[in-house]
Structures are given as structure tokens and as C-alpha cells.
Nanobody, 124 residues
Framework: QVQLVESGGGLVQAGGSLRLSCAAS????????MGWFRQAPGKEREFVAA?????????YYADSVKGRFTISRDNAKNTVYLQMNSLEPEDTAVYYC????????????????WGQGTQVTVSS
């Protein structure tokens, strides 16, 4: 059974930083995509970042977080991280970790496995 558990959310002032973690249990996702999405109140869930180790490793980011957020992986721990710097009030949302056993998910954003979410609140 696959389980994704996020941690690291919290309340931070604008300009601050947070680091989210997502530990996966079950299959090893080292060669498969893992990503982060977020959902703000009243809005649809949106893609934030993804990483895949296939073909040397690639990372993908939403335009809104490029240059501020960094996704990384520790395959030995089956864990993905999201380092968030220069946070803005617009980054306030529930952040979800996602994983899939198909490489195509990094492009389609259709992931089979999801975490329960962790709240990130950025105050102005």
C-alpha cells in the first residue's frame, strides 16, 4: 500500500522560508515522478513542482514559483522536498505531495498517489 506523508508546513511571514518534506512508503519511486501541488481556498488545485530521475534527472516548476522554490529528492529515503524561499501571501495554500509509477505523470500532472496535505500560511 502506498502512503505519502507530508510535513513542514506552518505559518511564516512574507519573505520567509519553509521546507516541506514528503516521505513515501510502499513502492520505491526513485525512477518515477514525484511532485508538489497546492490548493488555495476557493481555487482549483495547481501544479507547483515535479522531479523525475529518469534520463539523468529533470525538474519542472510552475512559472509562479520559478527562482523561489526548489524541489529535490533523497532516493535512499524515498523522500521528496520542496524548499520555499521568498514566500509571498499568494503562496498560502494546502500543499500536496504526489507520486506515480508512470513517467508520463510529470507531463500530464495525473498522479495516482497523493498525500493528505500540509497547510502553508504566509502573512503579509
Amino acid at each position: 500500500q502506498v502512503q505519502l506523508v507530508e510535513s513542514g508546513g506552518g505559518l511564516v511571514q512574507a519573505g520567509g522560508s519553509l521546507r516541506l518534506s514528503c516521505a513515501a512508503s510502499g513502492p520505491t519511486f526513485s525512477s518515477y515522478p514525484m511532485g508538489w501541488f497546492r490548493q488555495a481556498p476557493g481555487k482549483e488545485r495547481e501544479f507547483v513542482a515535479a522531479a523525475i530521475n529518469w534520463n539523468g534527472g529533470s525538474t519542472y516548476y510552475a512559472d509562479s514559483v520559478k527562482g523561489r522554490f526548489t524541489i529535490s529528492r533523497d532516493n535512499a529515503k524515498n523522500t521528496v522536498y520542496l524548499q520555499m524561499n521568498s514566500l509571498e501571501p499568494e503562496d498560502t495554500a494546502v500543499y500536496y505531495c504526489a507520486a506515480d509509477l508512470h513517467a508520463s505523470a510529470v507531463v500530464t500532472h495525473e498522479y495516482a498517489y497523493w498525500g493528505q496535505g500540509t497547510q502553508v500560511t504566509v502573512s503579509s
